[in-house]
């Protein structure tokens, strides 16, 4: 049975930092989309990142360049986000999905390329 299980959420002061994890169990890791979502009250869910575990570049929302880096650890089935220089408007549950296909840079964002999903980690930040 496929798992994805997130942590590492919190709450934090705007310009502060967090790591997400999400560890996978069920299937083989590589070759995965594996990617992080999130979504904020009142609105849908987005794409936030992707990464292919089976190398390649990884995926990025515009409104997180340069600010969180999505990571894995194939030996240890586990995806990171970290996440710096957060904002109020980064404030939301943040999900983790595996997608048995490599990460296409058009829709590696969209939910529907997603096979399996975790039960979500909230961020929260204040201003």
């Known amino acids: 049975q496929v798992q994805l299980v997130e942590s590492g959420g919190g709450s934090v002061q705007a310009g502060g930092s967090l790591r997400l994890s999400c560890v996978a169990s069920?299937?083989?890791?590589?070759?995965?989309?594996m990617g992080w979502f999130r979504q904020a009250p009142g609105k849908e869910r987005e794409g936030v990142a992707a990464i292919y575990t089976g190398g390649g570049m990884p995926r990025y929302a515009d409104s997180v360049k340069g600010r969180f880096t999505i990571s894995d650890e194939n030996g240890n089935n586990t995806l990171y986000l970290t996440m710096s220089s957060l904002k109020p408007e980064d404030t939301g549950m943040y999900y983790c999905a595996a997608a048995d296909t490599y990460c296409s840079g058009a829709y590696w964002g969209k939910e529907y390329e997603y096979n399996y999903w975790g039960q979500g980690t909230q961020v929260t930040v204040s201003s």
């Open positions: 069920g299937y083989t890791y590589s070759n995965f989309c």
